[in-house]
């Protein structure tokens, strides 16, 4: 079972569908103590880096995700939910994330380009990748976000370039996160989603 976290702020009757398609039994919830029964777990999200984290607060989650990741728990952060792993995100002001990952969630500099980021680009795997496995190159993916991930190359599985070049696909052992929307990219999202499922 894989429990899909709900704290308020998130894409989650989309996601919960993807996830069902490729075979999952999913768990909406809000219960530490489902997360903790469940196989997996995955951590959705948009809107603001401090809405999301107050709303874990407030839920009670943030003790628990911190862990059952610690633990060895699988969990897949999605767009705000990858952002909500690393340290510090620069949103409206810093606030501390969950501080799973080191690294920061930074505004895009300004330039030419549109921000947010909102379309398809494409994913640019740096070696081997357990949540990459199997899809097509190149692999596009379904991006809306105006803040980006600044991981550890080591913990950077795939990067995007929109202005600067960024971390779009991070993984450390039982901890994965992709800035894009799975759910809302086609084939190669589900795909990833499926890689996820049957770790």
């Not at 839920?59 to 999605?78: A, H, R, T």
């Not at 740096?126 to 190159?137: A, D, R, V």
Request: aromatic residues 10%; hydrophobic residues 40%; glycine residues 12%.
């Amino acid at each position: 079972m894989i429990a899909l976290v709900d704290y308020g702020i998130g894409n989650l009757r989309s996601v919960a569908n993807a996830l069902r398609y490729v075979g999952a039994e999913v768990e909406v919830t809000s219960d530490p103590a489902v997360l903790s029964n469940a196989e997996k777990i995955v951590l959705p999200g948009v809107g603001a880096f401090g809405d999301g984290m107050a709303f874990l607060a407030e839920y009670g989650l943030v003790q628990p995700l911190k862990e059952l990741v610690s633990n060895g728990k699988f969990l897949l952060g999605i767009c705000l939910g990858m952002q909500l792993l690393f340290e510090k995100g620069e949103e409206h002001g810093a606030t501390a994330g969950l501080g799973l990952l080191p690294g920061r969630v930074r505004a895009f500099p300004p330039g030419d380009l549109k921000i947010p980021q909102i379309g398809w680009n494409e994913i640019l795997p740096n070696g081997e990748s357990t949540l990459l496995s199997g899809l097509p190159q190149p692999a596009y993916a379904y991006f809306n976000h105006g803040y980006y991930c600044d991981a550890l190359p080591e913990d950077t599985a795939a990067s995007c370039e929109y202005g600067v070049r960024f971390c779009a696909v991070a993984e450390r052992n039982n901890l994965m996160g992709v800035q894009f929307h799975p759910e809302k990219s086609q084939q190669a999202g589900l795909q990833l989603l499926q890689n996820f499922v049957r770790l």
